[in-house]
């Protein structure tokens, strides 16, 4: 049995990150967790849809109205609104969380996609619609635990992988920033929304400037710039604070995630 296995994904700047993937005993918690919320939901929902149909067959009945075909579809709705239930869940949760339900966020584990990316609608609404065929027969569990990636057949079809959620590490940084690295970073956290930097992106950006200087000069310009870009796009930064290149941006990123941060990343 594999306790710890890990996964190298190439993000779209070709940036290589390490997961440890989640592993079906963290999986199995997390939809055990997901399971116990959808069975509340779902039996409250049947309990009012009882009392709506009591209802309405007594005043069928009162206004002597055949009703005799309306049972059929006293029956089929719920049986199609439950479904609605089931896969709008997991749908809901992780697309508005970035790849987490409440399980999957106790059990601290999130669904990424094979670059490495958050997970959206697509992603998402395959994984669920998926659900109900892993469900049967375990199919889910024995994928997992005879494939390499510990993938379902969900995570297969829409090109997703489910790891651990790892922190950032704290402390000072394994290399060399420029001076000017502290004014980015103290410019950056007056005017930008760090919180919308998911750990899973400020990894990208540590794990560049970690290699950068394996790089050669123009594959560090390519991917410097194009990582600027996205990180940019993801803080929704319209404008920079002020001209920078586009590694001193990113140095001052990793400063200011750090800043903000590092004191819930030690609790």
């Known amino acids: 049995m594999k306790y710890f296995n ?3 994904l190439y993000t779209p700047e070709s940036v290589a990150l390490e997961f440890t993937l989640a592993g079906i005993g963290s999986r199995a918690f997390a939809l055990l967790v997901d399971y116990h919320i959808l069975a ?29 075909g309306l049972g059929n579809w006293l029956i089929a ?27 999957k966020k106790w059990a601290k584990i999130r669904v990424i996609q094979d670059n490495g990316q958050p997970v959206g609608l697509r992603q998402s609404t395959l994984r669920a619609l998926l659900r109900p065929i892993d469900d049967t027969l375990f199919l889910g569990f024995l994928f997992i635990v005879l494939g390499k990636q510990e993938k379902r057949i969900g995570d297969w079809a829409a090109g997703t992988v489910v790891v651990q959620e790892e922190l950032p590490p704290v402390g000072s940084a394994a290399f060399p920033l420029s001076g000017q690295a502290q004014e980015v ?15 899973d992106d400020f990894a990208i950006v540590r794990e560049y400037l970690q290699r950068r200087n394996q790089l050669s000069a123009d594959a ?24 920078m290149t586009p590694d001193l941006f990113l140095e001052g990123v990793y400063l200011a995630y750090q800043q903000q941060f590092g004191d819930r990343w030690l609790s």
């Not at 939901?41 to 009591?54: D, K, T």
């Not at 950056?188 to 750990?199: F, S, Y």
């Not at 996205?230 to 319209?238: A, E, G, I, R, S």
Request: glycine share 4%.
């Open 6 to 8: 890990r996964i190298t």
């Open 40 to 68: 509340l939901v779902i039996v409250v929902f049947i309990f009012l849809w009882l009392a709506l149909s009591f209802q309405l067959t007594e005043y069928l009945l009162q206004r002597n109205i055949d009703y005799s």
């Open 77 to 103: 709705i719920p049986f199609l609104i439950v479904f609605v239930i089931f896969v709008g869940y997991f749908i809901f949760f992780e697309t508005l969380w970035k790849g987490q339900t409440p399980g």
């Open 185 to 199: 970073a103290d410019r950056l956290l007056a005017v930008a929304d760090l919180t919308q930097l998911l750990p």
């Open 220 to 243: 560090r310009a390519t991917t410097s710039l194009n990582l600027a870009k996205q990180v940019q796009k993801v803080l929704t930064l319209d404008k920079l604070p002020f001209d």
